[in-house]
């Protein structure tokens, strides 16, 4: 059992930043964020497993980065030039695989989730 608590989310302007944290019982998975907007599927955004490789999806390549403190399990995700397409419920979580693009993938063996954290981004 992995527990998964996020923070940070908030409302800002385009163009904005914000940072998400997600503070983790554990951070031996693929440790990842998702994100999902009302009426739209569920949306990989970044992954990072130990020794620190990272993998993004497209909407956000060279906009995010995901980060962790592993002393501490804490995972992050620095959002910079933020869009009104990035809105979306942010969720945190721990998966046992990746997928073949790289992200985390919470189809396979047990995943876990935080209760997600609300950005918003206004134009």
């Known amino acids: 059992q992995v527990q998964l608590v996020e923070s940070g989310g908030g409302s800002v302007q385009a163009g904005g930043s914000l940072r998400l944290s997600c503070t983790a019982s554990?951070?031996?998975?693929?440790m990842g964020w998702f994100r999902q907007a009302p009426g739209k599927e569920r949306e990989g955004v970044a992954s990072?497993?130990?020794?620190?490789?990272?993998k993004y999806g497209e909407s956000v390549k060279g906009r995010f980065t995901i980060s962790q403190e592993n002393a501490k399990n804490i995972l992050y995700l620095q959002m910079s030039s933020l869009k009104p397409e990035d809105t979306a419920m942010y969720y945190c979580?721990?998966?046992?695989?990746?997928?073949?693009?790289?992200?985390?993938?919470?189809?396979?063996?047990?995943?876990?989730w935080g209760q997600g954290t609300q950005v918003t981004v206004s134009s």
């Open positions: 979580t721990a998966s046992p695989y990746r997928d073949s693009g790289g992200l985390c993938d919470t189809t396979k063996g047990r995943s876990y």
């Open positions: 554990s951070t031996r998975y693929c």
């Open positions: 990072i497993v130990s020794g620190g490789s990272t």
